[in-house]
């Protein structure tokens, strides 16, 4: 079965850093790019960034450039989301989804992990 | 920079009625690269159509997308109770990368 399992809820205060995983399996991690998407509380879906495991060759978002970083390690088939201080404002949940040619949509998502970030 | 937008905000319907979901580009976008996406409340979206007009694995028929250059139509024949949900548009490939539209919510009349 193809999927992308991410890791658990995470609750943080202002400032502190975090990483975020997102595990591929049941198909070829490294020939499919990996996007990250955030869901604030209540809003629609903004796309952060994608990366191409194979070579990690990343995209980002002009909304996000700067505000996070996307890696990925393919010897373990994960990607991942990092901040280095975070805020309030990060508060929200965040989707990884493989990016599939056929028409570029993403058609595998992961189950999502929330962040919630609060002094 | 592509904007999408969707129309109208909120779609109240009856089971059984027929469903027509707007998304507008700012600019054209290749068919070839827009999608819709369905999300239920707690869940991830999901798949709908991609390249404009062709269903996602395991998306039933009553789903049907079209639209070319800026103006793009997801349409659902007849609403099940299950379809009542929200729904986006996405566009690959023009700066930025990916985009979303706002969704468009479908409610029960």
């Known amino acids: 079965e193809v999927q992308l399992v991410q890791s658990g809820a995470e609750v943080k205060k202002p400032g502190e850093s975090l990483k975020i995983s997102c595990k591929g399996s049941g198909y070829s991690f490294t020939s499919y790019w990996i996007g990250w998407v955030r869901q604030m509380p209540g809003k629609g879906l903004e796309w952060m960034g994608i990366?191409?495991?194979?070579?990690?060759?990343?995209r980002y978002s002009p909304s996000f450039q700067g505000q996070v970083t996307i890696s990925a390690d393919k010897s373990i088939s994960t990607a991942y989301l990092q901040w280095s201080s975070l805020k309030a404002s990060d508060t929200a949940m965040y989707y990884c989804?493989?990016?599939?040619?056929?028409?570029?949509?993403?058609?595998?998502w992961g189950q999502g992990t929330m962040v919630t970030v609060s002094s | 920079e592509i904007v999408l937008t969707q129309s109208p905000g909120t779609l109240s319907l009856s089971p059984g009625e027929r469903a027509t979901l707007s998304c507008r580009a700012s600019q054209s976008v290749s068919s070839s690269y827009l999608a819709w996406y369905q999300q239920k409340p707690g869940q991830a979206p999901r798949l709908l159509i991609y390249?404009?007009?062709s269903r996602a694995t395991g998306i039933p028929d009553r789903f049907s997308g079209s639209g070319s250059g800026t103006d793009f139509t997801l349409t659902i024949s007849r609403l099940e109770p299950e379809d009542f949900a929200v729904y986006y548009c996405?566009?690959?490939?023009?700066?930025?990368?990916?985009?979303f539209g706002p969704g468009t919510k479908v409610d029960i009349k």
């Open positions: 390249g404009a007009s």
């Open positions: 989804a493989r990016l599939n040619p056929p028409g570029s949509a993403f058609d595998i």
């Open positions: 990366i191409y495991p194979g070579d990690s060759d990343t």
């Open positions: 996405q566009q690959y490939g023009s700066s930025p990368k990916v985009t």
